[in-house]
């Protein structure tokens, strides 16, 4: 028997991808507490870290924009500082509501290339 009323499994496909586009997203997160954290973290940085994006609907994975004085700074105060911002950011995001047990946090310079990432555990990986 073939059924030709399609209606039902279009209405299915739409609440399916409304839940799926939910997932990861956390709708009693205080933004403007996270944005002042953040632009808290911006402005103690003095220069060095320009900009913290979120992974859009995703309280997991964050972007982490540095001046090129990520250059001229020695690898131990490279992973010293990926590792603060990991730690910043993931207060920064639970302070706000998030309820994050953890992040990872991936670290570009200002021409986009990836010069560092801090995975899920907090294990620093310096790439340049």
Known sequence: ??????????????????FLAGCGS??????NAYNKEIDKIVKDSLGVVR?????????????????????????????????????KILQAANSAGAKRNVIMVVIKDQNGIKVAEVNASGDVEIKM
């Open 51 to 87: 900009k913290v994006d979120k992974e859009a609907g995703d309280w997991s994975v964050f972007y982490v924009t540095v001046s090129s004085d990520w250059y001229n700074t020695t690898e131990t105060n490279k992973k010293r500082l990926a590792a603060m911002l990991h730690q």
């Open 26 to 31: 956390t709708p009693d997160v205080d933004l």
């Open 1 to 18: 028997m073939k059924i030709h009323n399609t209606v039902p499994l279009a209405l299915i496909a739409i609440v399916l991808s409304l």
